[in-house]
């Protein structure tokens, strides 16, 4: 993620990673015209400390 894009996102409300890991391809393609790939990689990559916390509560 760049700088613009952060800014942008922010403008339509999208201000913490959970708020970006929360939404949807399709979502976040209506606020930017990114490439689906990398809209999907972004929101994967946000979700990333769900699955780490589910790994270690399944550990415990």
Same mark, same amino acid.
């Given at each position: *993620? !760049?700088?613009?894009? =952060? #800014? +942008?996102? =922010?403008?339509?409300? /999208? %201000?913490t990673m959970?708020?970006?890991?929360? *939404?949807?391809? !399709?979502?976040?393609?209506? %606020?930017?015209? %990114? !490439?689906?790939?990398?809209?999907?990689?972004? %929101? *994967?990559?946000? +979700?990333?400390?769900? #699955?780490?916390?589910?790994? /270690?509560?399944?550990? =415990?």
């Open positions: *993620m !760049d700088e613009d894009l =952060a #800014f +942008r996102l =922010a403008t339509a409300g /999208v %201000i959970d708020d970006l890991a929360e *939404m949807a391809v !399709d979502e976040l393609l209506e %606020i930017d015209a %990114i !490439d689906p790939d990398k809209a999907a990689s972004l %929101i *994967m990559k946000a +979700r990333e400390p769900w #699955f780490a916390d589910a790994e /270690v509560q399944s550990d =415990a």
